[in-house]
């Protein structure tokens, strides 16, 4: 296993490689943020590794829907289909309903 310590920036992070999957490890305003990306994600570009940690965030409930299917760059449709694939629940609060609103105000439907 490697270990190696990322960038430093506002937030601490450590990187690791185990088994095929590059683990991230993330804190600064919560506790820890781990997520797991595979060596086939990374390696078939950044859209798929941002669709992987989109997933992971929305899933872990840290980012709302709006956010996450900005960050993997999909529409709502198509981040609801992945979700559908990777049979993630939708979780719908208020807060995913005023993003969405916002963003069918500013046209990024």
Not at 12 to 38: C, D, G, K, P, R
Not at 48 to 63: G, K, M, P, T, V
């Amino acid at each position: 296993m490697q270990r190696r310590r990322g960038a430093e920036s506002a937030f601490a992070s450590l990187f690791y490689v185990e088994s095929q999957t590059l683990f991230l490890v993330m804190s600064q305003f919560v506790s820890s943020i781990n997520l797991q990306l595979s060596l086939d994600s990374i390696s078939q570009g950044e859209q798929a590794s941002r669709q992987e940690i989109a997933l992971q965030l929305y899933d872990q409930n840290i980012f709302t829907f709006g956010q996450a299917r900005r960050l993997a760059n999909l529409s709502v449709w198509e981040f609801q289909q992945l979700l559908g694939q990777q049979k993630i629940p939708r979780h719908y609060t208020e807060i995913d309903l005023a993003d969405d609103i916002e963003s069918i105000k500013i046209g990024s439907w």
